[in-house]
């Protein structure tokens, strides 16, 4: 048997679809905008060399040649197209060297120039360089991340990562300036939780693929439920704070209830609601049903957060709870048992619980998610060979086809907030909440009610990457707006 | 949007491919073979009319062409494809009845016409009917049963359920007989559990495509214990007694490890063995890794199975331990924690525990099964148009192409055995475990030590069902037999 999946190698054949501004890289530069949005007042003490820099635009027009050096590290849990990203660069004939484990690599000058990305085309996960979750904050780490480019003259560094990584690439961007480098910073956007928004940033790679095979797995389960009557299925999905998986998943599969943590309503206000839909199911005849809920939800929801103050919980180096540990679904079967109780309630409640997160964040990037981040690649040299640095790759009109995708490098300290962390001012790039008034939502809160009684599963299925585009190359359903 | 997902309507497009011999019915007949199997002399007080039924093979020859009017139910947990045998019974242009639930259905006489089964073609599930795990054994379910087989004027019955379904058949077309009854009862092997097998029954439906969902889940699992090299993960895979499952899982994905249940190993045996791989990998600066347990590992291990004797375990209406009840996955680890206290272990050992199962028991069928179901419905059509009765469909040389698939019927108790389940003598069908000599076993015993230190991890990636047929239409990897 070969140690490939027959998938695997077909994938490594793919050729990513690009816009075609990214065909001919020499005739194509970034152009600064008037941009209309300042960052907030009280950064400019922080980042007084890149407070001001402007928002940059992909135009028509030459290009320069240049030979570059650049330095590429995957920052936080793996999203699938990483892989993709450094392709993206390796194929602008770049040489790209790979920082090991993360942020660490960087500070402790671990690494190796990628040779040969093939191997690696259109798969998921981040194995080939590893990831890690360092902060690059204190005068020492940014002096050895400093001396590492020296050493290795490079021209740029890509960081490809979420919210806390981007504001790590800031600090350095910041840094390296202050110093005098040379070496310009650069943030790709990368969340499978979808958080790393902005009116300017649709959605961070990773997240369509991630939740595709979230959706999969919940259209299977809800079709086992339908098919078996006996369980209540409670699935919670990963996402650090906002719900965006959640709101997705529930567009892909019209599960009978989805909890959406930024509606914020009380614990018996979900327990209640719980309780009355599996109430009126079983009058219905009907003692199964699929519920998802945010692994978010936590951060919502008071009295969660309160039950859960005394337990000590780990943090990640970035002083987040670890979300994950928590068993809200657990938590919330054992309230809603004891709710229907109170409310003499004749039926049986059998319950499955499941949490999906570790199933997705590695697959093989949707031909979305691999075309994208190629894309994001290819657009992060450019940045670089064109000067900018502390600034993000951003790709408009991503539900287009990708030929008619626009780009932007738009400065980082834009999308950041001073914010108190552990007793500190910290600066960090604000967590996009899934907001109330976007039409992803407002398409869920119309059909809601409707999934509750009626069985109106969806059934997505596996992920496709041969046949008809409209099943091979659809972007994420909340990206509607 | 929609409330199909485009890819459920591009599968309702979906022709599968059946053997030649199946293309016009009018041409084949069931023949009846000299059979060298006898089944066990104890059988033939319970079974006196169908003890001494001949094994029948499809041949080309004038078929008859009739009316059929056909019930048919499924039986025990969800398998993808189920549908598709109810496609392949209509198409021939039987009228197909549908019992709803399970045989409780047929003993209530609860069901209707299937009028289209169009909106059902290649999808997963058993919703179109429901499915239930009542055991007909009682005189009462029986008469009951030849009440509404009579009331609907069946030509025939088929029972699309595993083994203890399958018993439940033998056990109706013997009561049939006895009675006089012209309805033909005729079985249809199901299960994703692999263990309905024998030298007749290479692979019950629904193993392939439920395996290579758990087979995807397993490699983006293990891709991300690669990235983020950070955790142990232990998944649990479905399957009551045979570590079927698991052994496929092993073959498609190459984990780090996989506990087949067959083994019989002893408890502390597995532990160190867990123990002493988790130190090895630990000194090669590994603190991550992948391992594959059976559901049913516990029936095989004594000191687990003296663990849980204690314990209140519910039974189904078989007699069965409710095996997924029990966490093994969770005591394994805790053993693996105090044996690596015991060795002075100086690493962590983080976990992250999984359990796979209603994430593929109803997913959309793979081709393979697409093709093998809606064969097997066919085919079950034919037998009862020919008159044979206490039969299950069996179809050879899966791992060719469909075109060249043979078809036998055989006497369902040609399967069985006597046992004793709750002090008294039931027959039962014989659970097909996994074989220390079958090609299958035997190539993940020579290879299994490579994937213990190096990371060989294979990953097989979502079903494909468009595009290259070495992608799209692969058979079971365990099939190599």
Redesign the interface.
Known sequence: ?D??????K??LDYKPAIPDLLRDLRKVHFKAMKSSQRPPETLKKLFPKSFDLPTHQLVEGRGEERELKIGAL?SG??APGGHNVLAGMCDTGAKVFGFF?GPAGLVENQGREIENIDPYRN?????LL??GRTKIETREQLAASLKTVKERRLDGLVVIGGDDSNTNAALLAEYFLEHGSQTKVVGVPKTIDGDLKSEEIEIPFGFDSACK?YA??I???A???????K?Y?FIKLMGRSASHVTLECA??T?PNLALIGEERRGLQEIVGEISEMICKRYEAGKEYGVILLPEGLIEFVPELHQGIQDVPLEKDPHGNIQVSQIQTEKLLVELVKKELQKRRFKGKLNT?E?FLG???????PSNFDANYCYTLGRMATLAIRDGLTGVICSVQHLRKSPREWGMKALPLVQLMDLEIRSGKEKPVIKKALVDMKQKSFV?FLRHRKSWELDD?Y???????????P??TD?AP?SLMD
Do not use: W
């Open positions: 048997m140690s490939l999946s027959p998938l695997q077909k994938r995957f849990g793996p484990n798969q998921g996960g981040f194995d590893g990831s095979t999969e797995i259209g299977n389960i079709r086992d439920a339908q098919s078996s009557r369980y299925h567009l892909a019209h499955q499941h570790y199933e997705g964040r590695s697959c093989m398409y109106q969806r059934y997505p299925g596996p992920i496709q990457f041969f046949g008809d409209e099943v659809a359903l």
